[in-house]
């Protein structure tokens, strides 16, 4: 079957601008891209792109979807239409769930529930412990085999550097990545937001920046000494960003991402006591957001993941001690990029696409995250004129918690395709 994208403007980045080009998809993949000219598309079913953006689809290594165990939040059906409105195409799910991913029956489930009820893929990652409780490690090769593409305990750190050690040595002979939430606990406290000019204005106990950092220290001496592929979450602090700057300046396997939130938010733009601003890590300093930002340009940090952490309105609703960390991400994390670094300048527009799409796929070795012939035909359509008020209520994740709401942004998705079928059309 043939499918033609006529008219849309794809990013080149020879010519470093938008250029018009038409799209030629058989069976779910890429077959063509004609630039210019007017295509024979007779007999096809055909989309006319005219006037929008066709980009790879967006590509998310760090996401929750919640399910199993938490399908109140969250579920794969949900969690992958939220994808899908907010362009991405390809998701890595957290094993955070319950019971934890640590196993290959639960992979399994992952798996065979995206397939039935997702729209988009779903890339599992399983546990690095065992219940991510960090004593036992565990069957990376049977999870592997089940399909996992990485292992974390992310929603905690792994403890003990010696149970770490253990791991990259297992996930350096199986050539998956350690993909690590970074935080040393004894450091941490109980405390919600970062150690600056908030916590101090509200005599609140801070997070502080080496409680993140000491494991990023920790974690790429040992992937030096076992030789694994270290990736660093949602990198928050300058500090980190020395470390991974360091570690890949001396040859260490270590990748890392960053989170939009951290990219345009700080401690200093919390607006006061809101569950929804509570997010780990926290909201970091001026000082550490212009940190991130650098290293994000400079490919310290290779790309951008939203850490789609949905969490319902009863929970959030508890407080700010008492509320679970986490926002929700997908349906924000483009307009919001383009609108702060694309629309002022800072960034060409190739730039953010690349930080989303293929730069995810080179590190993780994924083969969609390109436009060119033989990809899959996962694809994205943008358009970057349009302006929208951020809205919870329009969510399709079942939870609304983000501190974005009322944000006036541009350059909003308007259809997203994955194997040449369209999965989520704005109305
Ligand atoms: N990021 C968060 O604030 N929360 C995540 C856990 C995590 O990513 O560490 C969650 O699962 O809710
Ligand atoms: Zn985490
Ligand atoms: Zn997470």
Known sequence: MTLWIVNGKIWDDEAGDLVTAHLRVEDGAIA????????????????????????????????????????HK??????????????????ACMPNTRPVTDTPETVRYILDKAAREGVVNVLPIAAITKNELGRELTDF??????????????????????????AMLRARELDLPIIAHCEDDSLVQGAWVTEGEFSRRHGLKGIPNESEAIHVGRDVLLAEATGAHY??????????????RLAKSIG?????????????????????????WKMNPPLRTPRDVQAVIEALEDGTIDMIVTDHAPHAEEEKA???????FGIVGFETAFPLLYTKFVKTGRWSLGFLLRRMTSDPARVFGLKAGRLEAGAPADLTLIDLSSEQT?????????SRNTPFAGWRLQGWPVRTIVAGRTVWQAD
């Open 390 to 398: 951020v809205d919870p209520a329009s969510f399709k994740s079942k």
């Open 318 to 324: 508890k407080g700010v001690d008492l509320a679970p």
């Open 231 to 244: 990736h660093v979450c949602h990198v928050s602090t300058e500090q980190s960003v020395r470390l991974i």
């Open 74 to 91: 969250e579920d794969i059906a949900s969690g992958t239409r939220s994808a899908a409105r907010g362009g991405f195409t390809t998701i």
């Open 141 to 166: 090769a049977a999870l592997k085999e089940a399909g996992a593409i990485g292992f974390s305990d992310d929603g905690v750190g792994v403890q003990n550097a010696q149970m770490m050690k253990e």
């Open 32 to 71: 063509a891209i004609e630039r210019g000219g007017k295509p024979d598309t007779a007999g096809a079913e055909t989309i006319d792109a005219s006037g929008l953006l066709v980009s790879a689809g967006f590509i998310d290594m760090h996401v929750h979807l919640r399910d199993p165990g938490f399908t």
């Open 252 to 276: 260490v396997r270590v990748t890392a991402e960053v989170c939009p939130h951290h990219l345009v938010l700080s401690d200093e733009d919390i607006p006061g006591m809101d569950p929804n």
